[in-house]
């Protein structure tokens, strides 16, 4: 992409903002797709960056409604609870050839785009990256790194190179990775131990994986199993050290939602981990056990 191109971005929270920015920035035309009183701000605006890899910036973008004319691509970064109400912004028909990024959490939600738009053209993503919209149009990115994997099995390899090639460009490590199903997987195996220990106890990280330690063990092992079983390698040992390596402060973004009362993305994760596990005959009882308590306590 070393032409300047057109990107949606629908969604553009703390993710999608922060993409949609660097994106701009960088001599693309980006169009946010987001609800009316959001979509008149960004386009008065643009999006105000603070981040210390990126720096303090202000992008404009275009935004609308919904998209009404063909799109190199889409990045989907809203997230699961939201995701069937916000694709009527995406009409099949309006996306012409453009490929379909989502950069959503979890395993099932590829299968749920190929149906609704061109198959070879949905490209799971994952992101690697704390950011927050702390107001429409502003943005604070706070890890030190951002980071993402395009994948998509049967999605032309040259269409995720120019891609990866246009985020790479923008700021972002970007590169393609041959397994989708192994993607997807390495990030859920990451994320929902994280996800689902953190939200039970109400614990950012630190006192987490110290005060419920066996808990964790267990997750961790869990997981692993069931990623195994889908086809997707996985290390018990090294997610745990990964955990451990974590600033004692970190919080889940599921923990996030349930401290501020929003939807929990609980089926997405917990239950997307359950379904895979019996589907595969894993057994799951520590997952099981957290994720049904997670689903009394979130109603």
Known sequence: MTTAHTVAVLGPGGTGG?????????GHRVVCLAREETA?????????????QFGEFTAPVEADTELREPVDACLIAVKHTTLDAALTRVPPAALGDALVVPLLNGVEHPARLRARYRPDRVAPAVIRVESTRVA??????????????????GVPRSRLDALAAALAAAG??????????????AKMAFLAPFALLTTRYALP???AR????EELQALVAETAAVSRA????????RALARYDAFPPGAKSSMLRDAEAGRPLELDAIGGALLRAA?????PVPVTTRLVTELRTTAH
């Open 172 to 185: 972002t490590t970007a590169r393609v990775v041959e397994d989708e199903t192994a993607s997807l997987w």
């Open 136 to 153: 429409p149009g502003v943005i604070e990115h706070g890890s030190p790194f951002t980071e993402i994997d395009l994948a998509g099995d």
């Open 230 to 237: 889908c086809g997707a390698p996985a290390d018990p040992a």
């Open 18 to 26: 922060l993409l949609a920015a660097l994106l701009s920035r960088s």
């Open 205 to 207: 990280l630190g006192e």
């Open 278 to 282: 019996d589907r595969h005959g894993v």
């Open 40 to 52: 008149e701000t960004l386009r008065s605006t643009g999006i105000t960056v603070h981040s210390a």
């Open 210 to 213: 110290t005060r419920h330690r």
